[in-house]
């Protein structure tokens, strides 16, 4: 296992990264392929798939949503660059040192969050104003925006809350 905490350029990471061979099931757009982890930290991994033209057709554009799921974890990522049948990916929260271990191990699948537009809204009548990629993609990223604020909210109103004596 060797790793890599410098990275190309001399930029210090956060995590370090552990190089690897482990492959891992995929499902994208709905077929099965697969892919070869080829770092794995606990911010973030880089995946090469198998089949790259299917992989950029169900993660491009970016970010994607992506859950990766191993017997006894569901570990939510996002998708930040991907190209050339490679994707680089960061974690919703740092994984633990088990969680990377059993990523090393290989026993894990990743599942893309992107629903693909069914055929039939594709061909249907034209809409009055249909929405370009840009629009799509920051009306995306305000209701991720919009549910974070509500977990953080959350979190932070428990926090608040009087634990009653014992």
Known sequence: MA?????????RREFTRLRSSAECRCTLMGRESRAVLLDVSRGGLKLRFDDAELAMAAILPVPCDIIIRDDLSVMPATVMWAGGGLAGCRFHEPLSLDEVSRMMGGSFRLDVQRDPMPLAEITSAPQIHAESEAEREARMEAEMAAKIRLMVESDEADEKTPTPPS
């Open 3 to 11: 790793s890599d905490d410098q990275g190309q350029h001399g930029n």
